[in-house]
């Protein structure tokens, strides 16, 4: 019986990319580096009998139906807003993601750009690289407290509840914003729900984890920017369109609050024009899942998915 053919956008890890070629006919090779054209998505779709994108490629209406044999596509993410996903769903086509497996990753990086904005740490290593640090002095580099400030996290799902567990490691307080309230067991001590306007005016610490939806999409804008306290610290590890860079920009330049972490952008892979010169903002190249076992995992997920639904089953993450 001949191998099932598939389609991956971009290059994958190693034990990943051998997984494929061992059970699948490739359409095409990826490379290292390579972002694929609208005309070679175009052409691997057509000839797909699955295919592995990621957040990064758009997966619209125009393309699928090109894919007169494609049966699934599994998105290499939790999220899906790259994916016509009732496009998908008209022509018989499941799409699927990625759930849990990247929840720890990105919560962790999450910390890391609360710790790297609040204590300067970027600023810091580049100081001393340059050669020109003089030696330590009381006034240098002070930076802002962590223990005992209130964690603000607005989407309370399975990264945001990761995110407010660590947060009992600092002595943290935390207040939540979601559409619904946690079931008893879930709550940590000193967990509090509140409306997003109580979140931001109230938080030292705002951390956003909710999905990208047009609901969503510049939730937090100017009017929100400016309610937070002035020595707050925002951090988005979610998608980069629910905050309104422009805005973040200009309140951050006029000292509304002290500083942002930013692993998501707006128009991703450009970043608002300004911000780079700031130096109470750390900057990551979407980071939240890179890690070796996460983002191995995360094609391990892909690939089970695929094998379900080539061989007449049902998926195990089905978003359609």
Known sequence: MPLSSIYITRLLPAPIMEAIRTCYVLVSEPREGDIPTTEAMRRGFADAHAVICTLADPITDELLAAASRLKIVANYAVGYNNIDVAAATRRGIVVTNTPEVLTDATADLTWALMLAVARRVV??????????????????MLGTDI?????????????????????????????????????????????????????????????????LTELTRHLIGAKELALMKPGAILINTARGPVVDEAALLVTLQQGTFAGAGLDVYEREPRIQAGLEQLPNV?????????????????????????????????????VS
């Open 123 to 140: 600023e810091g290593d580049r100081w001393t690289r340059s050669g020109t640090w003089p030696g330590w002095a009381p006034t240098q």
């Open 282 to 318: 750390v900057l990551l190249p979407h980071l939240g899942s890179a890690t070796q076992h996460t983002r191995i995992k995360m094609g391990l997920i892909c690939l089970e998915n695929i094998a379900a639904v080539l061989g007449g089953l049902a998926p195990l993450n089905p």
């Open 147 to 211: 223990s005992g400030k209130t964690l603000g996290i607005i989407g309370m799902g399975r990264i945001g509840q990761a995110v407010a567990r660590r947060a009992a490691g600092f002595d943290m307080p935390v207040l939540y914003a979601s559409r619904h309230r946690l079931p008893h067991r879930a709550l940590y001590t000193g967990w509090k729900r509140a409306s997003i306007r109580q979140v931001i005016e109230r938080s030292d610490f705002l951390s956003l984890h909710v999905p």
